[in-house]
């Protein structure tokens, strides 16, 4: 089975530019999570989706974070304008639905914004 | 609201030592608890789970038993790796929120040989 595949692995890219990660959650899960990890702030939950309606977004930190699910097998996560300390590794997670259902995690996408 | 306080970390260990990592937990209702570990460079994978009370979870060694009078769901190994060392999260999930967890900060393992 395929697991949660995000992309790109890696991106490095100027402040001020747009930055867009994706993720495709395993087939028949629900939920989509976006999380990001840092050293300082740990891992934070940002969004998530169930049957592709955006539920819970207080995690976005401000207007330029946006995410987006247009169908079950495919999420975006939008940063514009980028800044330095969006710098991190971002995840996305999915699940099947149900409370003792755990979630999947992508590799992640190491942000590097400079 | 929920919540998971894990022991802090980091924790370092000889090769063949016993492992206990604290987590407990503030939930309402009766929620599933979950150990996670992540490798350097990859995603939070799942180590084990329990559902209720008094349900042991256990993989690889690992084993953590569901305590609803502590409110605690400790993770064990009784002889831990090189290989084992990872960062190690306690979380918990609700039967509501569409399967939201909440995790803890995450303990740093290091084993030395």
């Known amino acids: 089975d395929a697991g949660v595949i995000q992309s790109p692995r890696h991106e490095v890219t100027e402040m001020g530019q747009e930055v867009t990660l994706r993720c495709k959650p395993i087939s028949g899960h629900n939920s989509l999570f976006w999380y990001r990890q840092t050293m300082m702030r740990g891992l934070e939950l940002l969004i998530y989706f169930n049957n592709n309606v955006p539920i819970d977004d207080s995690g976005m930190p401000e207007d330029r974070f946006s995410a987006k699910m247009p169908n079950a097998s495919f999420s975006t996560l939008k940063i514009q304008p980028s800044e330095p300390r969006d710098s991190a590794v971002y995840f996305c997670?999915?699940?099947?639905?149900?409370?003792?259902?755990?979630?999947?995690f992508g590799d992640g996408t190491r942000l590097s914004i400079l | 609201g929920d919540s998971v306080t894990q022991m802090e970390g980091p924790v370092t260990l000889s090769e063949e030592a016993f492992l206990t990592i604290n987590c407990t937990y503030t939930?309402?209702?009766?929620?599933?608890l979950f150990w996670y570990v992540q490798y350097p460079g990859e995603g939070l994978q799942l180590l084990l789970k329990a559902t209720k009370a008094d349900d042991k979870g256990s993989n690889k060694g690992f084993e953590a038993t569901y305590r609803k009078e502590t409110t605690s769901f400790h993770l064990e190994k009784g002889s831990v790796q090189v290989s084992d060392s990872a960062v190690y999260f306690c979380?918990?999930?609700?039967?509501?929120?569409?399967?939201?967890?909440?995790f803890g900060d995450g303990t740093t393992l290091t084993v030395k040989p």
């Open positions: 939930a309402t209702g009766y929620p599933s």
């Open positions: 997670a999915s699940s099947a639905t149900g409370g003792n259902q755990p979630q999947h």
């Open positions: 979380a918990l999930s609700s039967n509501t929120n569409a399967g939201k967890s909440t």
